[in-house]
């Protein structure tokens, strides 16, 4: 007997990758509000949350509702959304603006606790490792081990 396969995806790009344009995350914001607008999006992940996905939109100078509702509307390849992205600014996002914000998602650590809630979930005994980018990952490998584990 075959198992259903889920129509809903672990968004598994990680937000330390970047596409041309050099904005870290981007490429994992536009996969999220790809998969959430069309309702495929994995049960718990935020469609458009207020962490990196905010802080991207912030950097990048992206209102929130437009840019939703680009993604919805035009259903663009992720070339077309950095095309987007960059029509947004005027023609142009510098480079000391992109800099910047790499620096931010990069250098991010999530609380200590939470840190360690992670680390523990995940079996990460490596105390050190507290970047949000790097703890978010390993969470998105461990949800799609439980739906494979699960699919059996």
């Known amino acids: 007997m075959a198992t259903a396969v889920s129509n809903k995806h ?4 990680s937000s330390g990758t970047a596409g041309p344009l050099g904005a870290t995350h981007l490429p994992r914001l536009w996969l999220k509000l790809t998969l959430g607008t069309n309702d495929m999006l994995a049960d718990g992940y935020d469609f458009c949350g207020q962490g990196f996905d905010q802080m991207t939109l912030d950097a ?7 840019t939703i509702a680009f993604v919805r509307d035009k259903k663009p ?3 077309e959304f950095e095309e987007y992205v960059v029509e947004q600014n005027g023609g142009a996002v510098s480079k000391e603006r992109i800099d910047k914000h790499n620096a931010a998602i990069r250098g991010y650590n999530h609380a200590d606790d939470l840190a360690k809630s992670m680390r ?5 005994r490596h105390e050190h490792v507290k970047d949000a980018v790097t703890l978010n990952t390993i969470e998105d490998l461990d949800e799609v081990h439980h739906q494979v584990k699960g699919a059996k």
């Open 10 to 13: 672990v968004p598994l790009v």
């Open 60 to 66: 990048l100078g992206l209102d929130r509702e437009k």
């Open 77 to 79: 390849s992720y070339m």
């Open 120 to 124: 523990h979930a995940s079996g990460n």
